[in-house]
């Protein structure tokens, strides 16, 4: 079994996210999926939201825990023996940014590989971002995030 770690924000979880994870762990068995607190960007979700949200979305997919850190990436991996970092591709302007973020924890942790998830076709317009814009329109949710996520979207955003 090879242990993987896939880090994001998830500020909120995304179908697009959900469907990395579940393909990342059916390839390597273990992933910890890592929420990390970011202090450049100012999240709509607590940290604690974040992880319960994705505790409730993969506790169906064998193999996944939901982690959380400050720092980097690859320290987390280190520590913990995963040797795989895994990343979402959406298209090609996340492209140039991933690269450079493979390469900087490549330096800090020479042992682990950097694996990218093409995002599939009908998800690649999800982000996190797109979500939080749309529904902050008025817009329906439901088909891009789970059940949960839209609910407190709706909750927490009025347009």
Same mark, same amino acid.
């Given at each position: 079994?090879?242990?993987?770690?896939?880090?994001?924000?998830? +500020?909120? *979880?995304?179908?697009? &996210? $959900?469907?990395?994870?579940?393909?990342?762990?059916?390839?390597?068995?273990?992933?910890? @999926?890592?929420?990390?607190?970011?202090? /450049? %960007?100012?999240?709509?979700? !607590?940290?604690?939201?974040?992880?319960?949200?994705l505790?409730k979305?993969?506790? =169906?997919?064998?193999? *996944?825990?939901?982690?959380?850190?400050d720092?980097?990436?690859?320290?987390? #991996? =280190? /520590?913990?023996?995963?040797?795989?970092?895994?990343?979402?591709?959406?298209g090609?302007?996340?492209?140039?940014p991933?690269?450079?973020?493979?390469?900087?924890?490549k330096n800090?942790?020479?042992?682990?590989?950097?694996?990218?998830?093409?995002?599939?076709p009908?998800?690649q &317009?999800? !982000?996190?971002?797109?979500?939080k814009?749309a #529904?902050?329109?008025?817009?329906? @949710? +439901? !088909?891009? *995030?789970?059940?949960? @996520?839209?609910?407190?979207?709706?909750? $927490?955003? %009025?347009?």
């Amino acid at each position: 079994m090879i242990k993987a770690v896939y880090a994001g924000s998830f +500020d909120p *979880v995304t179908n697009g &996210h $959900l469907d990395i994870i579940a393909r990342a762990a059916n390839l390597f068995g273990a992933l910890t @999926v890592l929420v990390m607190k970011n202090e /450049a %960007k100012t999240p709509l979700f !607590s940290v604690e939201e974040r992880i319960e949200f994705l505790k409730k979305a993969t506790a =169906h997919i064998p193999g *996944v825990c939901v982690e959380t850190a400050d720092g980097f990436t690859a320290d987390y #991996a =280190h /520590a913990c023996g995963a040797t795989v970092l895994v990343r979402g591709l959406r298209g090609a302007a996340d492209i140039e940014p991933e690269l450079a973020a493979a390469a900087f924890n490549k330096n800090r942790y020479p042992q682990a590989e950097t694996v990218f998830f093409p995002t599939r076709p009908e998800l690649q &317009h999800v !982000s996190s971002s797109a979500v939080k814009e749309a #529904a902050r329109a008025g817009a329906e @949710v +439901d !088909s891009l *995030v789970p059940p949960e @996520v839209a609910a407190a979207l709706k909750k $927490l955003i %009025k347009p």
